[in-house]
């Protein structure tokens, strides 16, 4: 089974940036973010394959970015002009077959225990 942890959230405010990082036991070819806010439903931030090919949200990509690096098995997720309503707990998953699935969340085989992101105003 592998094993994906999450580091780099913590607290900003808004307009701040954090970088996310996500670091698998073993490679994982296509991998992706996912978000969570209080009382709402977990929603795909974005997701990247071992070739770079890349997909952000719409609602998303004028501020986050995916990137992984191969060679250490680590995802990571760039956050810029943070906004309150981007506030929750963001997982990284790992797993799905393509391009067409990172941002679907059933799809995925392995996830992280997630990681807090708060921005206050």
């Known amino acids: 089974q592998v094993q994906l942890a999450e580091s780099g959230g913590g607290s900003v405010h808004t307009g701040g940036s954090l970088k996310l990082s996500c670091v698998a036991s073993e490679f994982v070819a296509s991998m992706g973010w996912f978000r969570q806010a209080p009382g709402k439903r977990r929603e795909g931030v974005g997701g990247i394959e071992s070739n770079g090919h890349m997909i952000v949200a719409d609602s998303l990509k004028e501020r986050f970015s995916v990137s992984k690096d191969n060679a250490k098995y680590t995802l990571y997720l760039q956050m810029n002009d943070l906004k309150p309503e981007d506030s929750g707990i963001y997982y990284c998953?790992?797993?799905?077959?393509?391009?067409?699935?990172?941002?679907?969340?059933?799809?995925?085989?392995?996830w992280g225990r997630g990681i807090q992101v708060s921005v206050d105003s």
């Open positions: 998953a790992g797993g799905v077959a393509g391009w067409w699935q990172l941002l679907q969340e059933d799809e995925y085989r392995f």
